[in-house]
């Protein structure tokens, strides 16, 4: 019974040695092909890691593309202090001209009223071309134009949402 079905399980013909001692050739071959397995796939793995985190963005850099926002928003739920700009802790998923208090431009309430909230793909269109996405938004910033800063940015953001 052993034989036959090590046999029927063993696609590579394993040859006279099955009929003297088990199916050690289709063992070994079983367990080669298992150790080809996971080799390949850890290093499917690890060559499509980096390119994992390129399309979701590197919230590191991100960081680094803040330093165009930073003066006028903060992503620090305990800031104090009275920025032009609303706070933009959790922006990513957050309704449009949401912060209370803060006095939005009525093209940025008009744009909330249709739009809703904030999903990444919105916010990359906003963040490349402030006035273009939103006309008359009282956000004086000519925008992030290049897509990989953006993403990068937008990685950084939800990271310090989820803060
Ligand atoms: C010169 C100051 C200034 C800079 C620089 C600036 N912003 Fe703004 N931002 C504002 C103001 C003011 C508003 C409110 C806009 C309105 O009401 O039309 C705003 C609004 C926003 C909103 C909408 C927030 C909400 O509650 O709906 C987002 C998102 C945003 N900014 C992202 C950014 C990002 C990202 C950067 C950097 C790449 C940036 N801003 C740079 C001043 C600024």
Redesign the pocket.
């Known amino acids: 019974m052993n034989r036959r079905s090590s046999r029927t399980r063993c696609k590579r013909d394993p040859g006279p040695r099955t009929t003297s001692a088990g199916a050690p050739g289709c063992r070994l071959g079983a367990a080669f092909g298992r150790f080809v397995g996971m080799t390949a796939w850890a290093a499917l793995g690890a060559a499509f890691l980096p390119a994992a985190a390129h399309a979701g963005g590197d919230a590191a850099r991100g960081e680094r ?2 330093q ?2 930073y ?3 903060s992503v620090d739920p305990n800031e104090t202090a009275i920025l ?3 706070s ?1 802790v959790g ?1 990513v998923g ?6 209370e208090g ?1 006095e ?2 009525p ?2 309430r008009a744009f ?1 009223a249709e739009h809703g909230t ?1 999903s990444e793909a919105l ?1 990359d269109r ?2 490349a071309a ?1 006035l273009a996405v ?1 006309p008359r ?5 000519r925008g ?1 134009e290049d897509a990989d800063e953006r993403r990068d ?1 937008i990685a950084y ?1 939800k990271s310090v949402g989820a803060r």
């Open positions: 593309v803040f165009y926002c003066s006028c928003h032009q700009g609303p933009l922006i957050r309704r449009i001209a949401g912060q803060f939005y431009s093209a940025m909330a904030w916010l906003y963040v402030p939103v938004t009282s956000m004086a910033f992030v940015l953001l």
